[in-house]
């Protein structure tokens, strides 16, 4: 039997809520969209690629948002020192393009892990809690976890429409 990706039941963003619930229930449904991007397709279609000269994958968008969570979420906002989940030293695009020994069944395993370890990481902290990110060119930010959230839904959403026309061309399914 052919290994397929789990069908997924996506949540919806709330309509009236606070901030907090808000920002949660948009990230959600983008996490969930992403893994419904996924759901059905074998693991070799997983790892087909949108189009020339693009390499991009639904199984390196998988492991890239993985990381992301990881990045963001428990290193950046809850402060926790955490290693790479790639070897980066090589391709710094290596969650995105070292695909092919990948296990599609782990990516998603992984990543359902990291979006659960994220959320317990900044779960009692506050909106406005700020930490300080540096960037490659030496430069820092003071972010808050609010700018965490925003970034987060933008980012899946970014990676949810390469996801769609991806998905498209493997096998034709549109639409959220």
Known sequence: MTWRAPE??????PYVADERAMLQGWLDTHR???????AGLTAEQLRTPSVEPSGLTLLGLVRHMADVERWWFRHHAAGLDLPDMYDYSVDPDADLNDIADADPAEALA???DEI??????VADLPLEHTFVSRRRDGSSHEISLR?????????YARHNGHADLIRER???????
């Open 170 to 176: 493997i096998d034709g399914v549109t639409g959220s």
């Open 116 to 121: 659960d370890a994220a959320d317990r990481a």
């Open 110 to 112: 992984v990543l359902l």
């Open 8 to 13: 997924v039941e996506r949540r919806h963003e």
């Open 32 to 38: 969930d969209t992403l893994r419904l991007k996924c």
């Open 147 to 155: 700018w965490v959230y925003v970034h987060m839904i933008e980012e």
